[in-house]
Each structure stands twice: as structure tokens, then as C-alpha cells.
């Protein structure tokens, strides 16, 4: 974890957002990660993206669990809350922590360890309560801070470091999300800021549960050769299927899109996320196609990123609730505490 | 063994086979005595199973107010065959029995030193009812009837309950009044009627109510402004939040919009729904949930986390059988050590320990503003007994003048005034720091983690930082003395033998205090409300030569908190111990007390 902190100068020419803050406002502590890390890529997208999208950092909270990647919140948006949970429980903090008042930004940041192993229960089921957040799996097949053991994301065949291969089958999150029932499902690449940024925003106004499964690559103990997630075997695999084009609200679509290809999704909040297939056939609505396709290019060894399946009609967790509009932890007592006479009379029946 | 049967001093016990629908029949003669003003405990035994498996309720009466279990049956009303013979011999002599006479029974079932009364109840049902359920149900009203004409109960509360158990629905009314006249009606001319103990009429239950714990906890939980609930389903705590809901279904939603201001959370596990409530609590909600034993084991590792980051929550345990599965309808308080230090590394929470429903209320409350003010996950820990049975108790009351006690929380104003904020910070002295909520103010934001942190709340593995927190957390455990619920205390000076006891014991602990002193041998009490244990606990130990610790578990973890916690030697604490998965009862007080003084008499 960070405990360096960071000379807070800001050159004078910074570009400011529409709350005045500059992209320095939305960093965070200095990483203590390898050098050439994938999750420091990741974060500096996010702080991109926060600052793109004119957040107020302390109307953010972001959740973590344990390992490399959960490490990583503490390296952006210094003004939010922040919540460094236990191993793999990070989705039920931000169940509850989203139960408790529904007005904020959830950012969970995720491993493939936390979250497909120790946390595959929670993350299953965050999922199947549409919980509103943003889910980020820093995804680099190993366990970094144990030193190199394969995660339950390892391809077989992959090798470790010192040459062990891996022979159990990976589990995919964007598959497992996309047969869940999730809403909002992408891949990326930590290398690819341009596809990540938008893709993050994007996520971010999802209503709803969004995950995006980063391909982020462990410098240490999995960047070697015979690694399938390596800098090198992902940008050789890397297979982008949809890119999408965040659109805030009231924002003029400028750019050029051709017919047929182009596909706008209006989001809750009147935001659009435009998408530019790259494989013509693919269509991210459709969700046993989205499956095969991935499926497919999977075990063509490719690696398919984008914005893979997105459906914004599902109600999140509230709204299937029918939760009060009000955060729950500003509801005034009296509203919540039915008082003497209601006690009595209620009591008539224990009698 | 009390003195009984004699008027308003008797306990009937049924034995039934569990989904033949005889709890409400049970219920109704539990309440009709209450109703004719004469204390009364309904407890049922029952089986971890839906239906076909043996099932017990036993129904004492007390005119003296004695509500524990009695450790003996006066009446038997054995409508299972599968244990017919069991529960004869259980009978205590002298004591009558009901048996359903429609099928003769074996030969070898039987007792001289009893009474045996058949009723053909099976047959007079199949004559009076069409069909097979209704056959079946009425079984269980008819002997509610004869029960009614051999102990001389008031017709007229028998039909006040039915016609409120049925209000609209007059066919079931009906029904039900027939089938009570054809036990009444048979009783009344096949035998001795009343019964040489009968009841009769007190005034002892006016300003009281019939209420098992759970209901009480959840209504505790309602009048706290808990907004945020979240568990998994586990006997026998399930229906803290069944009644939370239907409460909260009732009075927390918009009157207008018809929209909730709750979030109910059934979580996959009670991993997660702790988890649940540390992100609720720490969002600024107040929240709970509900488990047994089973889910303290799985919770352990976030309840540390709790304690050491400092979120509030809180734990409703309602105890049952361990270890392990054990049995989940059967009673124990045997979940004492593992919630006080749940969680590895030095880890201690705040436990509260209600005596009956009346106090689940009122703790529930308590346990919101405890975790608040001190920031920590406190545990209530009841039990079966008083979570699933019928209790009576003092009317609940409700001071509408109450604020919660949200503890020391910096809101938008308050941090914009100052110049930074550290969340672990001990600004007053009293090693409770200031906490902040999420959305509130950009100067509010800290990060919360269970690695090492430092009073700013930054990461640390530097050895003095580090020990300045837990430190601080140690002080915090000193501070939450002054906080909880002390004991409750009796005493005399003129008593060298004093019995600690706690939650559910309680009843039976103070029948047995009043049969010593029937038998000259007079007892102090002390009833521990809570831990961290206060300076009356350590007074009252200190005052006392002999101290009887009276818990419901095998290995006496109420004496072992006192040995690790207080200032006291081993001998001087005797272990009262009663832990087969019944209520414990006075005689199980009594027998080791008297054996305790034997011994001394003997050296």
C-alpha cells in the first residue's frame, strides 16, 4: 500500500473540468507496484476517466479486497472513501455499502485471485443482484504477492515462471458474467488506454452491475515467454470486437460513424455509449451469441476485447427493491422509528 | 423437583408428530391461560426436520410466576405413537395421561403409578368432519377440549381466541367450537372432572404479553432505525427477520409512494451478509444481522475486521446446539467464547446477553447505539429458548423522546470548519476517534483497510505505529465499560455463596435462588448483562467466598471469561453446567448447589 505521499504541484496549464479540478485532483498515493505494473495502467485510467466524467472525487467510494490489484485504490482519487476489505468479500461491502445510500459512484477493483477464487461466490451473486457499480478485474492470471502461483484465470498450457504448466481450464468472468446475467460486460487491456478509458466511463454510468475484465499483466511473475498473459502474447492475441465511445449527456455526437457498424446505447442517465463493431457479425446485445463468439475466438487462443454484451433495460438492485429515492442513511429517524402508540397497539396481538 | 401438581402449579406437555398442525391448537391453550390471568411459558421441542418427526410443547403454569423450565410433566397428552412410550415414562407419578383410544394400545405400555385416560379423539373427528385435513386438525382442537374440562378452564376465553384467530372466517370458527365440545363433552362424561389440580382464575398477566425473542429482537431492530438488513437463513435465528420484515413491510414504507426505506439482503452466505452490514454500517446505515453459531464461524474473519478498522454492527447470535451442525433446535450458550474473541489476532467485542424477550427489545436498541458510540461490532447473543418460545413478559414501552446515539460522527459542516481530518485520531481522550461518511466532503475521505494502519489511518508496518493503534483499541475496551448494561444485582450481606449467571438461565436460576431459601441456604446473584465485565462484576466476585457460575454449555466459557477477564481464583468459581439441548431448569441449579454444600459438610 501507498504510504509515500505525492508532491501535490499542479502546473499552472493543466486542463480543468467542468467542476474545475484538475487530473492531478483525482490521483491518489504513490503505487508501491513493480515498475511497468499493468494495474498502474489501469489506474491511470480510471483517474482519466473520473476526471472525464466531472465526478466529485468524494461522491465516489472505492472497494477493494486483497492482492496486487486491491492494493490499487489507494493510488487514485484521494478524496473518495476508500475500502480495503477482506480476501474476495469486497461484493458484499459494496452491496451493503450501495444498500445504505444509493447516490454514490461504487468502483470495486478486483484480481482474478480475489475474484475468481477466494471470491467467486460473491462475485456471482453481486452480480445476480444488479448491484449499481463499476467492477474491475485486474486480471493477470497469477498471485502476484504470493509470488507466482497460477490463479483460477491461468489458460492451459500457460507456463510459470519456472516452467510449470498449467493444466486446469480457465474460468472466464466475462463469460461467467455474460451467462449471469450482468448487464454490462467488457474486456481491455491495461496497454490499451485509448479502449479502457471510454469503456470505464462508460461502466461507470451504467445503472447497474458493470464488469470490466482488464488484461493487466504482471511484470514479475507472469510477463515471460510461454505466459499467455504477458504484454507480449496479449497485444499478439489482442482481438478488439467492439469499440466503444462514451457520449456524456446533452453531448453532440461528432463523430463519424459508418452505417450499420456504428450502434448508440442510451444510458440511464441520458449518456451514450456509441459502439464501433470491428467484427461485423458481432452483435453485443445478443447474449448466447456473445458467448459463442466468445467462446469461439477463445479457443482460438484470441483474446476478444470491448464492450462484449451490454443490456441496460435490467432494474438494479433498488430499483427491483422499490427503495425510497432518499439514501437510507439520510432518512431522518422519525421516519424510521414508528414511535409509542404504533408499539402499543401492535403489541395487541401478543396478547 | 418443584412441589407440585396443585392449582396454577402444573406443567402439560405434548407430544405430537411435527406438520399435523397441533401449534396452533398448543398455542391456543398456552394463551387461554394467560388470558384467564395465570403466568404461563409455552416451550417447544421440535425437530430440525418439515414434517413427520416426534414434536414437543410444553405448557407450565405458575400462579408463583415461575417461568423456567419445570423438569417435570403433571399432564402428558401423547398423540404420537412413535413415542407413546417415552412419554409415559416421563409422566411424573401420579400425573395423568391423554391417549387417543380410537386404537387400543400396546399391552406392554403401561404405568399402575398413573393415570390413563383414552378418548376415541380420531374416531369422534371422523364422525363430525368431511374431510382428510380437517380430520386430522380437529384432532388437535379436541383436546383442547378435554383439557379445558379436566383443568376447568374458561369456556368463554376458548371461544374469545378462536373468534380472534379467525375473525372473518366463521366456518373455522364452527368447526373449531365443535370440535372443543367434543373433547369438552367427553371428558365431562368419562371421568373425574376437574382434575385434583386445575386452573383458576388470577389477575397476574394485565400490562403483560406472550412474545418469543426474535419477534422482540426484531422489533428492537425496527424502533433503532436499522434501514439495512442482511443474513442468511439459519434456525433458529430465521425469524428475527421474518418479523423484521413483515414489520418493516408495515412501517416503513412511504405512505405515499408505496417505496421502502429498508434494503433487506438474503446474502449467499453469512460471509457476505456481514459483510453486507460492515458496508452499510460504514456507509452511515444502521445495520444488522441475524445467525446462530455456525454463522459467528464463518463471520470470524470479517468481525476482526470490524474491530480493528472500526465500523460499526451488529450481530444478533441466537445460540443453538454446537458444536459443529450439533442440534439446530435445540438450546445452548455455547457460543460465549467464540463471539467475545471471534477473529484471529487480538480481537475482543462487546457481547450482550438479554434474559427474555423484554430485554432482546431493549438491548437490540442498546446494541445500535453501542456499536456507534464505540465504533465495533457488538453481538447480542440470545438463545433458542428465548429466541423461538413463548415468553411472557412486561408490555414493551417506548420512549418517543429517544435519539439514536450515533457516536462521533464529522459531518459536511463540521469539516468544512476544519483544517484536516485522521480518521484514528484519539482528539478526546476517551480512544474513540472521529468517523466520517462517504459522500459527505472531499476533506472527509480516508481509507479504511485491516492492514496495518497508523492513528492517520495511512498504511504502516512501522513497529510504533502500529502498537500506538492497537494500543488506543485496548484504551477503547477500557472506555466501553462505561457504556454497556451493568449487571443486574442482588444482594445481602448476610450471603457468603454467590451465583453469576447470565441470559437465559435467569428464570431458573431465581426459582432455585427461592427453594434454597425455602431450605435456609440463602444466595446473592449476579446477572451479567454484558462484556467487557464492569466493576460490579469484580466487587461482587470479591465479596464472595463460594460463587456458583450457572451457564448452559459443557465446558463453563461464562467462568472461563470471568477467570481470563476479572481479578479472581479458580477455586472460589464452581461451574453450574447444564448443556443436553433442553432448557436448563431450577433443579439443575438446585442439585448442584446442594451437592456443592454436601461436600463442604463431608470435609
Known amino acids: ?351 | 423437583m418443584s412441589t407440585g401438581p396443585k392449582d396454577n402449579d402444573f406443567t402439560i406437555k405434548i407430544a405430537n408428530v411435527n406438520g399435523t398442525g397441533s401449534a396452533s391448537a398448543n398455542a391456543l391453550l398456552m394463551k387461554v391461560f394467560f388470558r384467564m390471568g395465570i403466568p404461563v411459558v409455552g416451550k417447544n421441542y421440535f425437530p430440525s426436520n418439515i414434517q413427520g418427526l416426534p414434536t414437543w410443547y410444553e405448557i407450565r403454569v405458575s400462579g408463583d410466576g415461575h417461568l423456567g423450565r419445570s423438569g417435570r410433566v403433571d399432564l402428558m397428552i401423547a398423540m404420537n405413537a412413535e413415542t407413546y412410550q417415552k412419554d409415559l415414562h416421563e409422566l411424573a407419578p401420579g400425573g395423568y395421561l391423554i391417549y387417543d383410544s380410537t386404537w387400543p394400545r400396546h399391552r406392554q405400555l403401561k404405568r399402575d403409578d398413573v393415570h390413563i385416560l383414552g378418548i376415541p379423539l380420531a374416531r369422534m373427528c371422523n364422525e363430525h368432519f368431511d374431510t382428510a385435513r380437517a380430520r386430522v386438525l380437529m384432532k388437535n382442537v379436541a383436546y383442547v377440549g378435554a383439557v379445558a374440562a379436566l383443568l376447568d378452564l374458561d369456556m368463554e376465553v376458548i371461544r374469545e381466541a378462536l373468534q380472534r384467530t379467525f375473525a372473518s372466517k366463521q366456518h373455522l370458527i364452527d368447526a373449531n367450537l365443535t370440535a372443543i365440545d367434543l373433547g369438552y363433552n367427553y371428558a365431562r362424561e368419562h371421568f373425574q372432572c376437574p382434575l385434583p389440580f386445575r386452573a383458576r382464575p388470577m389477575d397476574a398477566t394485565a400490562g403483560h404479553i406472550m412474545i418469543d425473542g426474535n419477534t422482540a429482537t426484531a422489533l428492537g431492530c425496527l424502533y433503532a432505525g436499522a434501514t439495512v438488513g442482511a443474513w442468511y437463513p439459519i434456525t433458529p435465528s430465521t425469524s428475527v427477520m421474518d418479523a423484521f420484515k413483515s414489520f418493516a413491510e408495515k412501517y416503513r414504507r412511504d405512505p405515499d409512494s408505496d417505496e421502502r426505506n429498508f434494503v433487506i439482503l438474503q446474502a449467499e452466505d453469512e460471509l457476505a451478509a456481514i459483510g453486507m452490514v460492515l458496508g452499510a454500517n460504514w456507509n452511515g446505515a444502521r445495520a444488522f444481522t441475524p445467525t446462530s453459531g455456525p454463522g459467528i464461524s464463518l463471520m470470524s474473519e470479517f468481525l476482526g475486521y470490524g474491530y480493528f478498522t472500526e465500523i460499526p454492527a451488529v450481530v444478533i447470535d441466537v445460540q443453538r446446539c454446537g458444536p459443529s451442525t450439533g442440534m439446530p433446535t435445540r438450546t445452548q450458550q455455547a457460543d460465549i467464547m467464540a463471539c467475545a474473541y471471534a477473529s484471529h489476532g487480538d480481537t475482543r467485542h462487546i457481547l450482550l446477553f438479554p434474559a427474555n424477550p423484554e430485554e432482546c427489545f431493549y438491548m437490540a436498541v442498546q446494541a445500535f447505539d453501542l456499536a456507534e458510540r464505540m465504533q465495533t461490532p457488538v453481538i447480542m447473543l440470545t438463545d433458542l429458548d428465548i429466541g423461538m418460545n413463548d415468553w411472557m413478559c412486561r408490555e414493551l414501552d417506548w420512549d418517543d423522546a429517544y435519539q439514536p446515539d450515533r457516536g462521533k460522527v464529522l459531518d459536511a459542516a463540521a469539516l468544512e470548519k476544519m483544517a484536516s481530518f485522521h480518521r484514528y485520531l484519539d482528539v478526546d481522550a476517551d480512544a474513540i476517534p472521529y468517523r466520517t461518511f462517504p459522500g459527505e466532503h472531499p476533506r472527509g475521505a480516508y481509507f479504511t483497510r485491516g492492514s496495518g494502519h497508523n492513528m492517520y489511518g495511512a498504511y504502516t508496518e512501522d513497529a510504533r505505529e502500529y502498537q500506538e493503534v492497537v494500543d488506543r483499541l485496548r484504551r477503547k475496551w477500557e472506555t466501553a465499560k462505561r457504556y454497556v448494561p451493568e449487571p443486574i444485582v442482588e444482594y445481602s450481606e448476610k450471603y457468603r455463596s454467590g451465583i453469576i449467571s447470565l441470559g437465559s438461565c435467569n428464570d431458573a436460576v431465581q426459582e432455585a435462588r427461592a427453594r434454597l431459601r425455602d431450605a435456609g441456604v440463602g444466595t446473592n446473584y449476579l446477572r451479567v448483562r454484558a462484556f467487557p465485565f464492569t466493576d460490579e462484576v469484580q466487587q461482587f466476585i470479591d465479596a464472595h467466598e463460594r460463587i456458583y457460575v450457572v451457564e448452559q454449555n459443557r465446558d463453563a466459557q461464562l467462568r472461563s471469561l470471568l477467570l481470563l477477564e476479572t481479578r479472581c481464583d479458580q477455586d472460589r468459581l464452581i461451574p453450574v453446567l447444564h448443556y443436553n439441548g433442553l432448557p436448563i431448569d431450577a433443579a439443575a441449579v438446585t442439585d448442584a448447589i446442594n451437592e456443592d454444600l454436601q461436600k463442604g459438610v463431608a470435609a
Open chain 1, 1 to 351: 500500500m501507498s504510504y509515500i505521499a505525492k508532491p501535490k504541484v499542479t502546473h499552472p496549464g493543466l486542463p480543468r473540468n467542468e467542476l474545475g479540478l484538475t487530473v492531478r485532483d483525482y490521483e491518489g498515493g504513490m503505487s508501491t507496484l513493480c515498475a511497468g505494473c499493468g494495474h498502474d495502467s489501469v489506474t491511470s485510467a480510471i483517474v482519466q476517466a473520473a476526471f472525464e466524467l466531472n465526478l466529485p472525487p468524494h461522491k465516489m467510494a472505492k472497494l477493494s479486497g486483497i492482492g496486487c490489484s486491491s492494493k490499487t485504490p489507494a493510488y487514485f482519487l484521494s478524496q473518495s472513501h476508500g475500502f480495503n476489505s477482506v480476501h474476495g468479500r469486497m461484493p458484499s461491502v459494496a452491496t451493503g455499502a450501495n444498500a445504505a445510500n444509493r447516490g454514490l459512484v461504487y468502483v470495486g477493483v478486483s484480481g482474478d485471485g480475489d475474484s475468481l477464487s477466494i471470491g467467486l461466490g460473491q462475485f456471482a451473486h453481486a452480480i445476480r443482484r444488479n448491484v449499481n457499480m463499476l467492477y474491475i478485474i485486474e486480471n493477470n492470471g497469477v498471485y502476484g504477492l504470493t509470488k507466482g502461483q497460477f490463479s483460477a484465470s491461468a489458460d492451459v498450457g500457460s507456463k510459470a515462471k519456472k516452467g510449470e504448466e498449467n493444466l486446469q481450464p480457465p474460468i472466464d468472468p466475462c463469460q461467467m458474467a455474460i451467462a449471469l446475467g450482468c448487464g454490462f460486460v467488457a474486456r481491455s487491456f491495461s496497454g490499451d488506454k485509448q479502449q479502457l478509458v471510454p469503456l470505464l466511463e462508460a461502466g461507470i454510468r451504467h445503472n447497474g452491475f458493470a464488469l470490466i475484465d482488464v488484461i493487466s499483466p504482471c511484470v514479475t511473475f507472469n510477463d515471460h515467454e510461454g505466459s499467455t498473459k504477458s504484454y507480449h502474447f496479449t497485444r499478439e492475441h489482442y482481438h478488439p470486437a467492439i469499440h466503444a465511445d462514451y457520449i456524456p449527456p446533452a453531448a453532440e455526437i461528432r463523430a463519424k460513424y459508418d452505417e450499420g457498424c456504428a450502434m448508440p446505447v442510451t444510458l440511464h442517465d441520458g449518456s451514450q455509449i456509441v459502439l464501433r463493431k470491428v467484427d461485423p457479425d458481432y452483435d453485443p446485445t445478443d447474449r448466447a451469441a456473445a458467448i459463442a463468439h466468445l467462446e469461439q475466438l477463445s479457443a482460438a487462443r484470441e483474446i476478444v476485447t470491448g464492450l462484449l454484451y451490454i443490456d441496460e433495460s435490467k432494474p438494479e438492485m433498488h430499483e427491483l427493491n422499490k427503495t425510497t429515492e432518499t439514501a437510507l442513511n439520510k432518512l431522518p429517524f422519525e421516519r424510521l422509528c414508528p414511535g409509542r402508540d404504533a408499539l402499543r397497539s401492535l403489541q395487541q396481538r401478543f396478547r
